[in-house]
Every structure is written in structure tokens, then in C-alpha cells.
């Protein structure tokens, strides 16, 4: 009888998961899956633009808002990929609960929508250049983002250290014994 026309017992079931679930030395290369993670590191290269561009293009993240005269949407745009995230009043799920798709509640529905997508993608940073009157339906959406958890400025590049430099940078993912006594210092009120 061939290996292939046994009959499956336990011991053979059990031998072929051990054997599937042991990890093995390989020679492949580790896919980062999180593409973003050099971005929360602050080590990823960022754009710098030229210093003639008006907005400029130092961000990794943007916030682009287009209102028509019927929906409004809002994209985070990366500066390689283009937009990642997008909310819009057109969609159906957002313009069922909706009186009008572009009164003030719309904007503001928009931005808690927009900013629990961010959340959950993992985007909690962005710039954003979009100038607002305040008290207007655009301001209130761009609060109702910041309120929500995202913040609109970005940390700055880490720069490149070189071994002649005197002072090093601390690095965000590195915890020093000055920053850990600051956290267990009493607070004195």
C-alpha cells in the first residue's frame, strides 16, 4: 500500500501538524507587512519639496476636503500611494443617515466617520492644509477630526546621525533611565 493510500490515524494526523507548525530555518527575505511602520519610527524618507511650493510637500499624510454643491468628501492622501482613506457623503451608508449631504451635521458626521477610518487603519497623524473660516462648516469638520484622536502635525524626520556628530537624537522607540525617573517622579500639586 502506498504512503498516500493509508488510512489517516490520529498519530499520522498529529506527526503532519507538528511538522506544519514547527518553524523552520529559511533563507527568505522578511516582507514588512506594515508599510507604514518606518512612517511611526520617523526614520521613513519624507519628501521635502521645493522651497518655492506653496503649500509645500514636507508630509507623509494629507488631508485633501472637495465640497460640491451636493457631497462633500475627504481623502488622506500619501505622498507615494496617493489616497488611502476616503469618506464621502455620496456613499450610501453615510447618506442614509443624513437629512441634506451638505449641511453642517454632513460635515460633521463626515469628520467622525473620517476619523474613525484613520483610527482604525492606524493613521493618527496627518498635515493639513486646507484654510478655514472659523465658524464655518469646514472648520467644525476639521475639528470634529481633531477631537476624534487625529492630530494635524506631524512628527518631524529623524535625521541621518553621522559618527563625528556630538549630540545624538534620542530615538522614539528607545526608553532612557531620565525619561522612566521623570515618569515615576510624584507629582507635586
Given at each position: 500500500m502506498?504512503?498516500?493510500?493509508?488510512?489517516?490515524?490520529?498519530a499520522?494526523?498529529?506527526h503532519?501538524?507538528?511538522?506544519?507548525?514547527?518553524?523552520?530555518?529559511?533563507?527568505?527575505y522578511?516582507?514588512?507587512?506594515?508599510?507604514?511602520?518606518?512612517?511611526?519610527?520617523?526614520?521613513?524618507?519624507?519628501?521635502?519639496?521645493?522651497?518655492?511650493?506653496k503649500?509645500?510637500?514636507?508630509?507623509?499624510?494629507?488631508?485633501e476636503?472637495?465640497?460640491?454643491?451636493?457631497?462633500?468628501?475627504?481623502?488622506?492622501?500619501?505622498?507615494?500611494?496617493?489616497?488611502?482613506?476616503?469618506?464621502?457623503?455620496?456613499?450610501?451608508?453615510?447618506?442614509?443617515?443624513?437629512?441634506?449631504?451638505n449641511?453642517?451635521s454632513?460635515?460633521?458626521?463626515?469628520?467622525?466617520?473620517?476619523?474613525?477610518?484613520?483610527?482604525?487603519?492606524?493613521?493618527?497623524?496627518?498635515?493639513?492644509?486646507?484654510e478655514?473660516?472659523?465658524?464655518?462648516?469646514?472648520?467644525?469638520?476639521?475639528?470634529t477630526?481633531?477631537?476624534?484622536?487625529?492630530?494635524?502635525t506631524?512628527?518631524?524626520?529623524?535625521?541621518?546621525?553621522q559618527?563625528?556628530?556630538?549630540k545624538?537624537?534620542?530615538?522614539?522607540?528607545?526608553?532612557?533611565?531620565?525619561?522612566?525617573?521623570?515618569?515615576?517622579?510624584?507629582?507635586?500639586?
Open positions: 502506498s504512503r498516500s493510500a493509508r488510512p489517516l490515524t490520529s499520522r494526523v498529529l503532519k501538524i507538528k511538522e506544519l507548525t514547527t518553524p523552520q530555518a529559511s533563507t527568505e522578511v516582507i514588512n507587512r506594515n508599510p507604514r511602520n518606518l512612517e511611526r519610527l520617523r526614520i521613513a524618507y519624507k519628501p521635502g519639496g521645493y522651497h518655492l511650493e503649500p509645500g510637500r514636507s508630509y507623509w499624510h494629507t488631508l476636503i472637495n465640497a460640491s454643491g451636493r457631497y462633500v468628501s475627504a481623502d488622506v492622501k500619501h505622498f507615494e500611494n496617493g489616497t488611502i482613506l476616503s469618506a464621502s457623503t455620496s456613499e450610501w451608508a453615510i447618506k442614509q443617515q443624513l437629512y441634506k449631504t449641511d453642517t454632513a460635515f460633521v458626521n463626515l469628520g467622525r466617520v473620517l476619523a474613525h477610518r484613520c483610527l482604525q487603519s492606524g493613521i493618527t497623524e496627518m498635515t493639513c492644509n486646507v478655514a473660516v472659523p465658524g464655518s462648516k469646514l472648520q467644525k469638520l476639521l475639528k477630526i481633531q477631537d476624534n484622536g487625529v492630530s494635524f506631524e512628527p518631524s524626520r529623524l535625521p541621518n546621525e559618527p563625528w556628530d556630538e545624538r537624537h534620542e530615538k522614539p522607540w528607545e526608553v532612557s533611565e531620565e525619561a522612566l525617573e521623570v515618569l515615576d517622579a510624584p507629582k507635586s500639586k
